[in-house]
Every structure is written in C-alpha cells, then in structure tokens.
C-alpha cells in the first residue's frame, strides 16, 4: 500500500478515536500504521498476555494469500466477496487473485469509517478485472448482496471470504444464520474461506485476553471453539486438510509448524 493517504474527509468525520476498533488493532498487530492510540493500548494489553496473537494476526492474511491463490490459479475461481475486509495490508485479495488471473472481480464489504477512508487503495484493479468497496454490517446480507452484484454474477461461483470477521457477531443476532444466508445466495461451486478466533487454544490466555479487550472495545468480541465453529461449515464439502489452525493449511514445502494459532480455519465448497 502507498503512503498517499487521504486525509480526514465526511466518512470519518464522526470517528471516535478514544475507543479501539477491532480492525484498527488488527492493523496494528500486522504493523500497520492506521490506528490510535487506544486501539495500540488495547492491542499491547492483549499481547502481554497472550504474545502468540501476533502470530495469529500475521498468520491469518498468510493464509488469505494462500487460499485466495489457490482458487483463482487451481480452481478457476474469478470472483471474490471479501467481508470484513479491515485495512489494506500486503497481499489484499485482489492483488493476490489478479496476479493469478487478472481477469478477477472482487467486492470488498466494511462498516469501518477508517477502512472506508482507505478504500481507494483497495480499488485498484488489472485491466481486465474490477474492484468495488461496499460500506456496509456483515448482518445486512441484503445491502450487500444487492450492491454486490453491480461487480458480480452471482449465478457463477464466488469465493466468499470470512476471515477474522465473523467473531464480530454475537451469538444473539445468530452468526450461523448468517453464514447460511450468505451461501444460499451463490451459485453451486462457490466456495467459504473461513478463519475465526479460538477459544479452546492457549484457553485461560484467551479468555483472559478477550475479556480485557472487550472491556474497551463498543463492540466486543466472541472467541469460539473448534466445534462451535465448525457449525458455519454445515452443508458444505470441507477441503483438505479440514478444520485447521492457520499455519496448517496447506503450509509451502519445508515450513513447520510448531507454534499454536488461536484460531480456526478452512476452505470449504458448496456443493
């Protein structure tokens, strides 16, 4: 990403820069530079106590990578609908699948203003593809499905792309339904990148962690388990490897994995 950044405009105007936002701690732990000081306050205080989310951090955008590459150059996938797309770091999913298949359309979904501020960085495109930003609540499926489709043919298959999103959503306003309504809208041989949060790896760390974040961020968090999130994958065929840890899905040759990720992942396909 180049450093010609925008400067304050009306979608940021009613930013709060006094409470963390999670996208903005994310950036943060992948070493970006768009973030507060509260959102480095709440990230620090996480780390203390659980200093492999760095790891986690860093090894969830390795892993859209690999999986975004793998379905544009294995699978012929040329569309992507990246949902929670936080703020552009190395290796954005349209950078990585027109470098596959330059002839990819990606839509990017957020409802953060900071992000929002920054789309034009994720709307750059190979000539033969197209990006758009969409500013919207992964909860408001409509919005986005209908805005979606002035980039996409929904009647051919999407890869759609929750990563680090969907903890986001409470249980109450029921994040499996979600998922489901999503994939319901894509055409057979669609595909679901996945990775959520964990909460049984590293457990009194997380728990303690995650309470002390949500006790600053406005909309707090929801670590889940292996098999409370593997729920969101009901009715799909799950690649392998499966329900992996980040670094274990499909690794590159001669890398080890010996550090655990706290978080979950997969590549599944709608049959």
């Not at 949902?83 to 999913?93: C, K, Q, R, S, W």
């Not at 789309?119 to 000539?127: D, G």
């Not at 490897?241 to 040759?253: A, E, T």
Request: glycine share 8%; hydrophobic share 40%.
């Amino acid at each position: 990403m180049t450093d010609d950044r925008p400067g304050p405009g009306p979608e940021i105007a009613h930013l709060d820069t006094g409470v963390p936002h999670i996208a903005r701690v994310y950036d943060y732990c992948l070493g970006g530079k768009d973030n507060f000081a509260a959102d480095r306050q709440a990230a620090g205080e996480f780390v203390k106590i659980m200093p492999n989310i760095l790891l986690t951090v860093r090894a969830s955008r390795a892993f859209l990578a690999r999986a975004v590459w793998f379905l544009a150059a294995e699978c012929g996938i040329r569309q992507f609908l990246d949902i929670g797309t936080g703020l552009p770091t190395a290796n954005n999913t349209h950078e990585v699948a027109q470098r596959a298949a330059p002839d990819s359309r990606i839509v990017y979904v957020d409802n953060d203003p900071l992000v929002l501020s920054h789309a034009k960085a994720l709307l750059t495109s190979s000539s033969e593809g197209r990006t758009d930003y969409i500013d919207a609540d992964l909860r408001d499926i409509g919005t986005i499905l209908d805005a979606a489709r002035d980039t996409l043919d929904l009647s051919r298959p999407v890869a759609v792309m929750l990563i680090g999103v969907l903890h986001c959503i409470p249980d109450g306003d029921d994040p499996y339904e979600v998922v489901r309504r999503l994939m319901a809208a894509v055409a057979p041989g669609s595909y679901l990148v996945f990775g959520h949060p964990a909460s049984d790896v590293e457990v009194e760390a997380s728990a303690q962690a995650t309470a002390g974040l949500n006790a600053k961020l406005a909309a707090p968090v929801k670590f889940r388990s292996r098999e409370q999130v593997t729920g969101f994958l009901d009715g799909l065929q799950v690649l392998e490897p499966g329900l992996v840890q980040y670094p274990q899905w499909r690794p590159g040759p001669g890398v080890e994995n010996t550090v655990p990720t706290a978080a979950w992942c997969a590549v599944a396909r709608k049959g």
